[in-house]
């Protein structure tokens, strides 16, 4: 292909030009160049260029010696969107020139529509009265003729292109033109106009392309792309993003690039010149991405002014954060201000939080009756003393942020036409109605989520004390703001404080610490600072020595945990049990009291080790339910009456239970009652009645109940074995499984573990052809 002439710079485009030829405009891309605004190109700024266009068969085509008058829209839309005349309109003017309509009489001038992609424009077509000869009157009078094909008229748009020109599509005129989707300009549909195109300044200024971001590059040596020029390197990148024909035939590298648009990353691959001459360090420098627009942006804190609710991401990047919706946002204050007004950031109503506590000025014209989106507004202009407040009235109200810090006090502007009264403030700022207005705070909420209290803006939403941010009176906003990054960062649970460590040799926490009881052991602060708090100190039955009080060695010293900790530890709990194969199958489970006397217990038929803290029910001392899950298909667990009897006849803390195998089996190798002796574990287990631990030689006893088709039957024979083994801190149920409880949750999920242990040695010197149940004297003589 020839090259491009390109124009002598400097040359400058003269509008006296367009007196001679109508069609003539400068060109809108930023050049000197001239541009026909009947066929769409562009021409070079020299008149005998212009006189060699008008005679091409492409303008004449066009110009059907129409003088073209642009008028206000004309000149809107120049060097924009194609216009081309509708064949109405041509038809039309020829019947104007020829006489055949009257309007020419009227005026001058025509009004036409102009057709440009899908849209119509009126335009005003001047009749030359002088340009047309009899003959091309005469001609026009003629049916058109189909004119004489032009080189110009035969060329194509062809899709191709747009491998290698990302930024091209077809014309939406409907014409074979090509068409700038980013510099929203027609262009000859020439390969080379494309080329010359994409070279000029106005379209090098749009690049999209220039957001390219490599993040790895896998292939380690070799030659990337030229160090230089940069505009090579660009256009070769665009070519590989664009999957231009020469990937195929060459070497590449997959880089992940994001769009202008934020999209989600994409892969695409990067051409390499495989001529070894270069190093990584090369294809680094060549793909090394010019910052993006966003890249260069800056958190400003500055903004947090005007946007209460806002603060800096804290995953170290300069994103925004916005405290209310728990989201990242560009740093961009359109972005923000866009936020602002969304919906779902409405919804949290940072905006609410205005309150008004006098009005000093008596007679004003306030915000409007129905306060629309603009009083808002205008009372965050106040809020942030927007420019308006220093050429208006205002009156001064106090006002508290989300942030519970001191009440504020700012100017509420006034349209000081008089015609309202403060009372009309009052219910203009009363008004706003929202959904969350018909809702109210429940203490009760307190008792699921510590860390809440109600807000002390008056309102009837509810305040993290945590977190410092106001949330809606609503139970899934609060379970969802528990579950939030930003919250659980902040450690709800760390409200336990450790005072002494009243005996030196003891461990302190159970064996798999979870975050609550680590901070236990860390020993944290209240987050409500208020005065110090006793709390107990888990010791761990390990240390305990045969015949030791019991109690000295778990209940003194038990941490009790509140409702909260309770149910993250029984969820805790029935993931470790599951693994044990205690509670598999939805089958066996685990009931602890939380310090408030409060029975948590998990639900019916599901599976244990999944369950959450909001799945429990939570219960009375009589076993009447206090609280139960807000999924209402959650039923109470069959095992219920179970637990309460050791509840009720015992007092207990926690009672679990097993369906292990070895509880199955011990029951299936004893008659009434499972006993054993002089096993080291024994010691684990604990005298209900002396309430001291069992000594290793001492006879461990268990009675066993027979099955029943429903667990609720199983009640009565096991309030007649509680009785009647007092000391017995469990009852096998035959072919079922194990009930275990203790003072506290550790004790009993120690004693479990314990009894376990000793189930399982029984049923293996069973399959030895021993008896756990006899004194090793009988073995001696073995
Ligand atoms: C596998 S079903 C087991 C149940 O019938 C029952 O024995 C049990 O231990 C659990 O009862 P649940 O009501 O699911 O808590
Ligand atoms: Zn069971």
């Keep these: 292909m020839a090259p491009i002439k390109l124009y002598n710079a400097s040359r400058t485009y003269q509008t006296e030009w367009e007196t001679q030829f ?3 405009r400068k060109a809108s891309d930023g050049s000197e160049r001239g541009f026909c605004t009947l066929c769409h190109v562009i021409i070079t700024p020299y008149k005998a260029s212009f006189v060699r266009h008008e005679k091409t068969s492409f303008h004449l085509s066009s110009d059907q010696n129409l003088a073209v008058e642009p008028t206000e829209h004309a000149s809107l839309s120049y060097g924009a969107l194609p216009e081309t005349l509708s064949k109405k309109s041509i038809s039309k003017a020829r019947q104007l020139k020829a006489g055949v309509l009257d309007e020419k009489s009227e005026n001058d001038y025509l009004q036409f529509e102009v057709t440009s992609g899908n849209q119509s424009t009126s335009k005003k077509i001047k009749l030359s009265p002088n340009s047309a000869s009899k003959s091309s009157f005469s001609q026009l009078m003629q049916p058109a003729k189909a004119p004489k094909k032009s080189y110009e008229a035969t060329r194509r748009y062809r899709t191709e292109w747009e491998t290698q ?16 989707k980013l510099c929203h300009i027609v262009i000859r549909q020439h390969k080379g106009c494309l080329v010359q195109h994409e070279k000029s300044n106005f379209h090098l200024s749009r690049d999209g392309n220039l957001n390219v ?34 990937e195929k035939s060459k070497e590449y590298i997959e880089i992940e690039w994001t769009s202008v648009d934020q999209s989600s990353p994409k892969k695409t691959k990067l051409l390499l010149d495989c001529n070894s001459q270069s190093s990584p360090k090369l294809i680094q420098a060549a793909v090394t991405p010019k910052k993006s627009y966003d890249a260069t942006r800056r958190y400003r804190t500055q903004w947090e002014t005007q946007f209460p609710w806002l603060e800096k991401a804290s995953d170290g990047s300069e994103s925004a954060f916005c405290k209310l919706c728990h989201l990242i946002l560009r740093p961009h204050k359109g972005c923000l201000v866009q936020h602002e007004k969304s919906d779902s950031h409405r919804a949290r109503g940072w905006n609410l939080d205005v309150e008004q506590t006098k009005l000093p000025i008596q007679s004003c014209a306030a915000l409007p009756e129905t306060p629309s989106q603009t009083s808002k507004n205008k009372e965050r202009h106040l809020k942030v003393g927007g420019p308006e407040e220093k050429s208006k009235e205002y009156i001064e109200i106090e006002w508290t942020s989300v942030d519970q810090s001191p009440p504020k006090k700012t100017k509420l502007l006034l349209d000081c036409d ?24 429940r203490t009760k909420w307190e008792t699921q989520f510590p860390w809440l209290k109600k807000a002390s803006d008056g309102s009837e939403r509810a305040y993290c004390k945590l977190c410092h941010v106001i949330i809606r009176p609503h139970k899934g906003c609060l379970v969802q703001h528990e579950k939030s990054d930003s919250h659980r960062a902040r450690g709800w649970n ?13 461990t302190a926490l159970p064996e798999t610490p979870s975050q609550s009881r ?15 708090k006793k709390t107990k100190l888990l010791y761990n039955g390990n240390s305990i020595n045969g015949s030791e009080d019991f109690g000295t060695c778990f209940g003194e010293f038990a941490a009790t945990l509140d409702c909260m900790e309770t149910r993250e530890l029984i969820c805790e709990l029935c993931r470790l049990f599951y693994s044990l194969g205690w509670v598999t199958g939805t089958g066996g489970g685990i009931s602890i009291k939380d310090k408030d006397g409060g029975i948590l217990v998990a639900p019916s ?13 939570k219960l009375d001392s009589d076993g009447q339910i206090l609280s139960s899950p807000s999924n209402a298909s959650l039923k109470l667990s069959q095992c219920t009456p179970l637990f309460m009897l050791a509840y009720k006849l015992l007092g207990v803390g926690a009672v679990l239970h097993s369906h292990s195998k070895n509880a199955v089996l011990a029951t299936l190798i004893y008659g009434k009652e499972f006993r054993v002796t002089h096993l080291e574990m024994i010691k684990g287990i604990q005298d209900g009645v002396t309430k001291k631990a069992l000594r290793y030689d001492d006879e461990l006893v268990v009675p066993i109940i027979d099955n029943t088709p429903f667990e609720k039957d199983l009640v009565t024979s096991m309030e007649q074995a509680i009785n009647a083994y007092p000391s017995s801190q469990a ?25 376990d242990y000793l189930f399982e040695v029984a049923v293996d010197m069973k399959r030895l052809h021993m008896d756990a149940a006899a004194k090793p004297s009988l073995y001696e003589n073995l």
């Design 165 to 180: 020109f990302p930024w091209l599509q077809k014309a939406p005129d409907g014409s074979e033109m090509a068409y700038c």
């Design 418 to 441: 008089s015609q309202s009264s403060p009372q009309m403030i009052q219910t203009a700022m009363a008004s706003k109605k929202s959904y969350d207005a018909s809702r109210r705070y």
């Design 518 to 532: 680590k901070n236990i052991q860390i020993g944290l602060t209240s987050v409500d600072q208020s005065p110090l």
């Design 605 to 617: 038929r599901v599976q244990k080790e999944r369950i959450k803290p909001e799945d429990l029910f």
């Design 22 to 24: 109508p069609w003539l």
């Design 213 to 246: 971001e490599q993040t790895k590059v896998p292939i380690q040596s070799c030659a990337a792309l030229p160090e230089a020029p940069l505009q090579t390197r660009k256009n070769k990148a665009r070519h590989l993003k664009a999957g231009g024909p020469e």
């Design 731 to 755: 009852v096998l149920v035959r072919r079922h499984g194990v009930y275990v409880w203790g003072d506290t949750w550790q004790q009993a999920k120690s004693m479990a573990e314990c009894f």
């Design 494 to 506: 760390l409200k336990v404080e450790q005072t002494k460590l009243p005996n030196q040799g003891c």
